[in-house]
C-alpha cells in the first residue's frame, strides 16, 4: 500500500481571491463650504479685532480698574448704599492723579525757567573748568567744545519762546488721552454697578455642579487683583516716603515732587523703581554734586534690594504667586498690547489665568460619575 493511500481526502484548496483597492470616499461639498465658511468667519472676526483693538483695549483697562476697586465699594457698601459707594471710591480715584500733577507740573516749569535763564552761566562755569583742567583743555581745543556750548547757552531763551508749539502738541496728546481716560472710568464704573447681576446672570446659566466652583473663582480673582493692587500702592507709598525723606536731608530741591515721582514708577513692574531712581539722580547732579548724587545712588541701590527681597514678597506673597518667568513674559505682553497700563495688569491677569486653571483642575478632579455598580468614581481627566 503506497503511502499516498493512508492520507485522508482534503479538500482543494480555494483560489486566491484578489484584494480590491481602497477606495476613500470624496468629500462632500457641503463638507467642503463649512470649512470654508469656518475659515472666513475666523479671518472676518481677527480683522474685527484688529479693527477694534483700541476700545477692546479700553474695556481691559475698564474692567481691570473695575475689579479692583470692587473690594473698597464692597466694604463701604455695608454702610451706605452701593451707589454712593461707587460715588466716593471714583472720587478717590479722579483726585489722586489730579493731586500728582498739581504738585509735579509747577516744579517743572519753574526749573526749567532756571535752566534757560542760568544757561549761560553754566556755560562759563563749563568754560573755566576746561581753562583749569589740561586734558580737557586739549579736548576743547580740538572739538570747540566751550564755544558751541555757549552759542546753545545763548539760544536757551528764545528755545523756551519756542516751545509753545511742542506745548501745544502736548495739549493735543493730553486731551485724547483725557478723553480716553474719561471713557475708561464710565465703562469701569458701568461694570462695577452691573457687575453683580452679571455675575448671577451668568452663574445661572451653568449646571449646579458648577456653581460653586465658578462662585469660588470669581472670588479668588476678585481676591487677586484688589490685595495686588492693594499690595502694590503700599509698597509704592512706602518707596515715596522714604525717598522723600532722603531728599529732604540732601537738601534737594521739591522733594516732594520727586517722591511722587518714585511712587508713580514703582507701581510699574520689574523696571519702574530703578527708572524713578535713574531720573531723581539726574536731579541730584545739579545739587551738592557728587556728594547728593553718590548718597543718593547708595541709598537707591540698597533700598531695590530690600524692596525685591524683604518688603514686596511680604506684602504681595498673599495676592499673587507667580513664577519669575510668567511674571516677566507676563509685563513684555501686556506692555506689548497695551502699554504702561497693560504692564501694571500683567502681574494680576496672569495670577486670574492661574486661579483659573487651578479651579479648573480642581472641577475636574473632584467631579464624579456614576459608574454601572452604582458607586461614585472620578471623572477621566
Known sequence: MSDKSLMPDLPPAPPPQRREPMIRPSMHPLSILRVVLIVVAAVLALFVIYKLKQPIAWMVVAGFIAIAVSGPVNFLSRWMKRGLAIAIVYIGVVLIPILMMAALVPPI????EE????????????????????QVR??????????????????????????????????????????????????????????PRWRRA????????????????????????????????????????LSYIVLLVLGVPYPLALALVIFALDLVPLVGATLGAILVGLVTLFQDFPTATIVWVIWSVIYQQVENNVI????????????PFFVLASVLFGSALFGVPGALMAIPAAASIQIAVREYRHFRRFTRVETPSGVMAPSPP
Open 202 to 241: 451668568v452663574v445661572r446659566t451653568q449646571p449646579e455642579d458648577r456653581v460653586e466652583s465658578l462662585n469660588r473663582l470669581f472670588d479668588r480673582v476678585g481676591a487677586a487683583v484688589g490685595n495686588y493692587v492693594a499690595g502694590a500702592l503700599i509698597q509704592a507709598t512706602i518707596a515715596g516716603v
Open 115 to 134: 535752566l534757560a535763564k542760568n544757561a549761560p552761566k553754566y556755560a562759563q562755569d563749563l568754560q573755566d573748568f576746561a581753562n583749569e583742567n589740561k
Open 138 to 195: 586739549e579736548l576743547d581745543d580740538k572739538f570747540d567744545l566751550t564755544a558751541k556750548v555757549e552759542e546753545l547757552a545763548q539760544e536757551a531763551p528764545a528755545k523756551v519762546g519756542d516751545a509753545a508749539g511742542l506745548l501745544a502738541d502736548v495739549g493735543a496728546g493730553f486731551v485724547a488721552s483725557l478723553f480716553a481716560g474719561i471713557t475708561i472710568l464710565i465703562l469701569s464704573v458701568f461694570m462695577v454697578g452691573a457687575g
Open 109 to 112: 516749569v519753574e526749573q526749567a
Open 312 to 323: 514686596q514678597p511680604r506684602i504681595q506673597s498673599r495676592a499673587v504667586a507667580v513664577e
